[in-house]
């Protein structure tokens, strides 16, 4: 009797596994226990440093990062934010730096830092709001 019921035990135990194993039944989608495979964290990692334009400037207001870094500008406030290079108004400092209109709330522009260098960057329709992005 002893035996038959340390095997029914050891039974039940399997089952049980084999059932946790195969979702009980549930509809394939991953349980929210179940953690991040490699590949998403990667992505995670390869999508860039965020700068957001927040209540007082911008957050950071000074990033370094290495060539071919693409940052993104995301506005968290409901004032218009216009990211561009240094010189206010010209926006000369480094060529193409510039989302070149005004973006809003929850709104972003991505740029991609190739060449190397302290680029100063303001937002136009706010030119105190000031940021620097070094690339080495």
């Known amino acids: 009797m002893k035996k038959r019921s340390s095997f029914l035990k050891a039974a039940g135990i399997a089952a049980g596994v084999i059932l ?59 004032q218009p934010v216009w990211v561009a290079s240094d010189p206010h108004p010209t926006h000369t400092n480094l060529q193409g730096f510039d989302s070149l209109k005004a973006f809003g709330r929850g709104e972003a522009y991505e740029y991609t830092f190739t060449d190397a260098g302290k680029w100063d960057f303001h937002n136009h329709v706010s030119p105190g709001a000031k940021g620097r992005i070094i690339v080495k």
């Open 20 to 78: 946790l194993g195969q979702g009980c039944g549930g509809t394939g989608a991953p349980s929210p226990s179940v953690p991040i495979q490699p590949e998403a964290q990667e992505d995670v990692r390869e999508a860039g440093p965020v700068v957001e334009y927040v209540e007082g400037g911008f957050s950071p207001n000074e990033l370094q990062v290495v060539p071919g870094t693409k940052v993104k500008f995301v506005n968290k406030t409901s």
